[in-house]
């Protein structure tokens, strides 16, 4: 399979032959509770690059346990198990972000242009293709990252009915039904390479990419923190991944490393 | 001092256990003080108007007002924030808390968890012995050094 069967008829799931990254194995579930907590469960027993994927989930969950919506047959619960060898602790967060950015990428290479909302949200045109939610797990001296993604793939108009956010997928976006194998081993692909890439190159190639996605930066937005809510301009993104912003009425701009974006 | 160069000092000096850092360059003059520290309430950190420069976010004070045990015990571990971010007692809405005063942990045990871009941070206490106070309050913003969790060493 090539990018080239993107919109091909997709084969049943327990059909689907997948790998993670050198090789590691791909668990795939006709149903879960949740992909992270699966994974969580398992971390010390599988190997860095190791995925657990559902077709759907009953109780995915985003920040503050808000519900991830996940039916059955039609986008990607996934949770990729990393196990990097040395990384300091500030810069776990690089992980998720290195991923958001890989994923935008080939949303654009397959036709659609969509932005990173810090902290690492996929948005095209304010809805939301995409959200990540990691948990860093650690025993003994070693550490793990479980990164949780939820990609839009093949949802219609009426699975988002009721969200409180926009929300959209690839196939209300790019006007068909996207093959998830396809497009999960080639995601997977450039994945890996990008890790690898980070690894020696750190993580300024990939601000510099994020800079240059449109309808970010400078533009107004809210800032949740809490129970606080600041309104103002998104400026640019640190070195450490944090976020700079800019409240209204202010000149002096703020380094932002937990709350939540409403752009 | 470029701008990302003044992004990097910041960076490093809010990892950092220094409360108050000045800098001062043929173009750039930079005072930095965390929140906490001193009295400081307006712009913890100032630089000319052609360099502006980010503060950090002042974070609400969480210590809790009187230490339960004198803070020179030798027995006494305090568990610091190793990153900034919020902090949370319990792994999610609803389910139980880590740990409570007066419970036992072994080194190792996840104590709290600090959030911070979306990556939830388990934090393990590096001792064992009993939870004797816990010092920040579960949703708030902590810091790089943020006392989080006493604990009585056995």
Known sequence: ?263 | MSEMNVKELVELFSRSDIAELSYKDKDVELRLKKAGSTTVTAPVMQVPATMQAPAIIPAPTTAQATPVVPMDDPKIAIIKCPLVGTFYLSPAPGQPDFVQVGKKVSKGDTVCIVEAMKVMNAIESDVSGEVVEIMAESGALVEFGSPLIKIRTV
């Open chain 1, 1 to 263: 399979m090539t990018l080239d069967d993107l919109f091909s008829a997709e084969r049943p799931l327990e059909k689907w032959n997948l790998q993670g990254f050198h090789g590691a194995p791909v668990f795939l579930f006709p149903e879960i509770g949740s992909t992270n907590h699966w994974m969580k469960e398992r971390w010390t027993e599988n190997s860095h690059g190791s995925i657990a994927l559902a077709d759907q989930q009953n109780s995915g969950r985003g920040r503050f346990q808000r519900v991830w919506r996940s039916p059955a047959g039609k986008n990607i619960y996934l949770s990729l198990l990393l196990k990097p060898e040395t990384i300091p602790l500030t810069q776990w967060a690089h992980l998720t972000q290195v991923a958001a950015i890989t994923l935008a990428k080939f949303f654009e290479e397959i036709g659609l242009p969509v932005h990173v909302k810090w902290p690492n949200d996929i948005l095209f045109q304010g809805k939301k293709m995409c959200g990540i939610l990691s948990e860093r797990i650690s025993r003994g001296g070693s550490s793990g990252l479980v990164l949780g993604m939820g990609i839009n793939i093949n949802s219609t108009p009426e699975d988002f009915e009721g969200l409180d956010r926009l929300a959209s997928s690839l196939r209300i976006e790019l006007g068909r039904p996207v093959n998830r194998e396809v497009f999960l081993q080639e995601f997977l692909n450039r994945l890996e390479i990008a890790f690898k890439d980070f690894e020696s190159t750190g993580i300024e190639p990939w601000l510099t990419a994020w800079r240059g996605m449109k309808n970010f930066f400078g533009s107004p937005a809210r800032l949740v923190q809490v129970d606080q809510v600041t309104e103002g301009i998104i400026q640019d993104i640190c070195p450490d991944g944090s976020l700079l912003f800019l409240p209204d009425g202010q000149s002096i701009p703020i380094v932002i490393y937990s709350g939540d974006l409403e752009i």
